[in-house]
């Protein structure tokens, strides 16, 4: 059996008014404001945090150590520098990672620095050009409202 033509010219006119009923609506002012591309993209550092030659032992400073890793994130992030960061499982030495809103590998090196598990030489840093969606930016918003309030 043939198809005839102008039922497929139709479900075709269906479908594509269906897909742009489907396609978000471009937000200039977003993506002016977290620095995309026409292609949505842009720059970031990433940076992957290995085990480094001074394991600190367990104990209190260790704890404060750990204390200040986090509480650095927080400042960065909130500063809008630091757009990720998550813990890695050690597999060969890898235990984290930062993404930093910024193509300059000097200002993502000089924004790790500040951090004690890197002083301490607990980890070390590793720095890569890194070219992204410009949504990432985003995350750290949205992820603040995925944490649920204590009671």
């Not at 757009?83 to 000089?110: E, S």
């Not at 924004?111 to 750290?140: C, F, Q, R, W």
């Given at each position: ?48 945090l290995k085990t480094g030659p001074k394991r600190m032992p367990d104990g209190p400073a260790r704890d404060e150590m750990f204390k ?84």
């Amino acid at each position: 059996m043939k198809p005839n033509a102008a039922a497929l010219l139709a479900l075709f006119c269906t479908l594509a008014a269906h897909a742009q009923e489907a396609a978000p609506a471009y937000d200039a002012a977003k993506a002016q404001a977290w620095g995309a591309n026409d292609n949505g993209m842009r720059a970031y550092t990433f940076v992957l945090l290995k085990t480094g030659p001074k394991r600190m032992p367990d104990g209190p400073a260790r704890d404060e150590m750990f204390k200040g890793h986090f509480a650095n994130i927080q400042r960065l992030a909130n500063e809008g520098l630091l757009v990720y960061a998550g813990p890695l499982d050690g597999v060969d030495g890898w235990r984290g990672l930062f993404i930093f809103a910024t193509a300059d590998l000097d200002v993502a090196r000089k924004a790790v620095e500040t951090d004690p598990v890197v002083i301490n030489g607990e980890m070390v840093p590793e720095l890569h050009k890194h070219y992204g969606s410009a949504a990432l930016v985003g995350v750290n918003d949205q992820h603040n409202r995925l944490i649920k309030p204590k009671p």
